[in-house]
């Protein structure tokens, strides 16, 4: 009897450790992210926000992407091959990449796709990442139809693209976002609703959608009909939409958070310590927007004035915290060059003095040049209003409201918008000065230098010069790398030094981590992606 009952209690105790076991083993692959509130949009053709990339790069996949080593290898495309000199690409399809719903990935939802992004009548933000396309942006202006794009569907499984020129990079850019296909049928029956329900938001990437929770949380699970299925690791995704700084720490430290974007900058020093803040690099830019076409604005020796009063190191020691880089360029260090030893930025050096030792001449020369553009001691200037979303970017003018202040005399207003509300702020150019940031798409110096062209819709500050359109016309139309190169160095000397935006910082990335989370992809381009991700 004695031995039965042992028996009986030993074979309980497994069993509740075996379930136990089980179900940890289960919730170390539910991996919880915060990567910031309600974004815009999750619609991969129309989105244009970081934050919504999380969403887009786990829920599709475009015909290549990126291994766990940050490399471009095949993603819905098997195989391909470059045609006259690059100006040409055949892409082979796997047969077996299939959307979530079951239904093959064709390459005429890549044609579908690519043409809507270009369609004048969908007005993507984003269409002029597809100029180098043949007839791309003649489309995008309403010179040409939507089926004069260079892309065409061979059969179902053979893709052709035809480009303007040799795209030293077009690899690299269809990885991104913006090229991953969507599907005809769906968005033709639900319209623009069709991102915002997750029986509707039909992808092919690693993950599938199942609950859109608006402004609350969008939850993930593994994709079993993804071609690569047996790779992925995590078996859920849970994004929580959260703004709240204090909830993200509070979250990571007791462990229902894994991840966050959203971090309180004034306790970056006392989170890293504590092993919860990872500080990683990105090739991401900092700077303000002015309005070139203000009465007042339209005066460089005014916006150069502001430039030269505003402390960058101040604000990235005091402020930031982050191990930010004080710029006095545009385009960040780690964007590669025509030779590779040395980034774009290393061989372009900088564009004005911003060492701390030369900060008292600055102020000096802002003084002066404030003078002869008719504001002495900020007599007779207007109060601005300065436009932003909520978070550090606050804190970060704050520190420059009062350095124009106490230097030039002048005051200025914030004005906060919420994120999305911002967005079509920026892009609607209803600002008098705004800050802007980009994070970039891909590794080379147009991903920047072509926001300020004068037809870019994302030129918030409606800079205009045709000897900055020739430069950047150049870079996108040759092949010859040393060229490419030379013409876009030219291109960014000319918006600095016009000074229609003024660099802040180059970003790096606070981010709070669970101590226990592995294997996260961490992107320099800040899209992270945790399809290899789980905790000890």
């Not at 093959?104 to 044609?111: G, I, K, N």
């Not at 002495?376 to 202040?405: L, N, R, S, T």
């Amino acid at each position: 009897m004695k031995k039965t009952i042992l028996s009986i209690i030993f074979s309980v105790a497994f069993i509740l450790c075996f379930i136990s076991c089980g179900e940890n083993a289960a919730n170390n692959k539910v991996i919880t992210i915060n990567a910031g509130p309600q974004p815009k949009t999750i619609d991969p053709s129309l989105n244009t926000a970081l934050d919504g990339c999380y969403y887009v790069i786990h829920a599709f996949e475009g015909l290549t992407t990126k291994d766990k080593n940050g490399n471009i290898v095949g993603g819905v495309a098997e195989s391909w091959e470059e045609f006259d000199d690059g100006a040409r690409y055949i892409f082979h399809l796997r047969t077996n990449a299939k959307w979530s719903d079951g239904k093959p990935v064709l390459a005429e939802d890549f044609v579908y796709t690519w043409r809507r992004v270009v369609d004048p009548l969908v007005g993507s933000q984003y269409s002029f990442q597809h100029e180098p396309v043949k007839n791309a942006k003649d489309i995008t202006a309403g010179k040409l139809p939507v089926e004069s794009l260079g892309i065409n569907a061979i059969d179902d499984y053979t893709l052709e693209v035809v480009l303007e020129a040799p795209t030293a990079y077009f690899l690299d850019l269809v990885a991104f976002p913006t090229f991953y296909p969507v599907r005809r049928d769906i968005i033709e029956e639900y319209g623009d609703n069709w991102s915002l329900n997750p029986q509707t938001y039909i992808g092919n990437g690693p993950f599938v959608t199942t609950e859109i929770n608006q402004d609350e949380s969008i939850i993930m699970i593994k994709n079993t009909n993804y071609w690569n299925v047996d790779f992925v690791v995590a078996e859920e995704l849970r994004f929580i939409l959260m703004q709240n700084e204090n909830s993200s720490v509070a979250g990571i430290k007791d462990g229902s958070i894994d991840f966050a974007r959203v971090v309180p900058t004034q306790d970056i020093p006392n989170l890293k310590e504590e092993g919860l803040l990872q500080i990683k690099p990105m090739l991401a830019s900092y700077f303000y927007c002015f309005n070139v076409t203000n009465e007042v604005l339209r005066d460089v020796r005014v916006r150069k004035a502001l430039a030269l009063a505003i402390d960058r190191n101040y604000i990235v020691e005091q402020v930031m915290k982050g191990g930010e880089t004080p710029a006095n360029a545009f385009v960040p260090f780690g964007i590669r060059d025509a030779d590779v030893k040395e980034s774009f930025r290393e061989i372009g050096g900088g564009f004005f003095d911003i060492s701390p030792e030369n900060y008292q001449n600055n102020i000096e020369e802002a003084k002066r040049l404030m003078a002869e553009a008719g504001y002495p001691d900020g007599k007779g200037f207007p109060v601005f209003e300065f436009k932003a979303d909520p978070g550090f970017h606050i804190a970060i003018f704050e520190a420059v409201q009062q350095m124009w202040k106490e230097n030039l005399g002048i005051d200025t207003k914030i004005v906060q918008e919420e994120w999305a509300v911002f967005l079509q702020t920026r892009y609607d150019k209803n600002l008098t000065m705004a800050r802007g940031g980009w994070f970039g798409d891909f590794n080379d110096p147009i991903n920047f230098l072509s926001l300020y062209t004068s037809y870019s819709p994302n030129n918030y500050s409606s800079y205009s010069n045709a000897q900055y359109d020739a430069y950047i016309q150049t870079a996108l139309t040759t092949g010859n790398q040393k060229v490419r190169m030379e013409a876009m160095h030219k291109a960014e000397e000319l918006l600095v030094n016009s000074f229609a935006i003024v660099p802040i910082y180059f970003y790096t990335e606070p981010l709070l981590v669970n101590p226990k989370l592995r294997d996260v992809y961490y992107d320099a381009l800040a899209m992270h992606k945790f399809v290899y991700s789980y905790k000890e």
